[in-house]
């Protein structure tokens, strides 16, 4: 797939402000901090689309990127980064949760991970909800370059245990080293073809 358009639609902070439209909607969820904007500007082949921040905890609503327009990539608040309110964190949940519930149109989900942490409670709770929902989910390990190749096949192993899914549902994705991003545009594909 060639990206030839990639723009940002706009924040919704309640489903009132989510697209009308029918497109095909793509989440992409995952810790604070877990490099979720530098993903979706490296993907998309763009440097500042996402707007990447060194205080995590930023994205406080739901970002919309209309690619290709062909399809969402939507951008959900990082959860479980701990310097922020209860009511924060709580209006965070709301809105992640809000979002999942209520979208006709997402079609995957890329669970993002550093490649160097365990899974959390938070992760493995998405999960749960991707199998409940039936919704096609990948877990996209981060920040690769910060490992060799025996520890990142450690980390995939970890990953396909924890979560019971089989490899071919993970992805090895590093900014720097430039890994990973055809497989991501892989499932873009195969969603806007379904």
């Not at 924040?11 to 904007?37: H, L, M, T, W």
């Not at 930023?58 to 608040?77: E, M, Q, S």
């Not at 981060?142 to 025996?150: H, M």
């Not at 992805?171 to 379904?194: C, H, Y």
């Amino acid at each position: 797939m060639k990206i030839k358009t990639a723009e940002f639609v706009g924040s919704a902070f309640n489903e009132s402000q989510y697209p009308k439209d029918k497109i095909p909607q793509i989440a992409i969820v995952g810790k604070s901090n877990v490099g979720k904007s530098t993903l979706i500007n490296t993907v998309l082949g763009r440097k500042n689309l996402a707007k990447v921040s060194s205080t995590p905890g930023k994205t406080r609503g739901i970002n919309f990127y209309l690619v290709n327009r062909a399809f969402y990539i939507v951008d959900l608040p990082g959860y479980g980064y701990a310097k922020v309110s209860k009511e924060m964190k709580k209006q965070w949940a709301y809105n992640i949760e809000t979002f999942l519930n209520t979208s006709k149109n997402l079609k995957h989900a890329l669970l993002l991970i550093d490649i160097r942490r365990e899974p959390t409670e938070d992760d493995f709770m998405m999960v749960n909800w991707f199998s409940f929902k039936n919704l096609p989910f990948s877990v996209v390990l981060t920040k690769a370059d910060k490992v060799n190749k025996s520890e990142a096949n450690k980390a995939i192993e970890n990953i396909c245990r924890s979560f019971n899914i089989s490899s071919d549902r993970v992805i090895v994705f590093s900014a720097v080293e430039k890994t990973g991003i055809s497989e991501i545009l892989r499932i873009f594909e195969g969603v806007i073809e379904k």
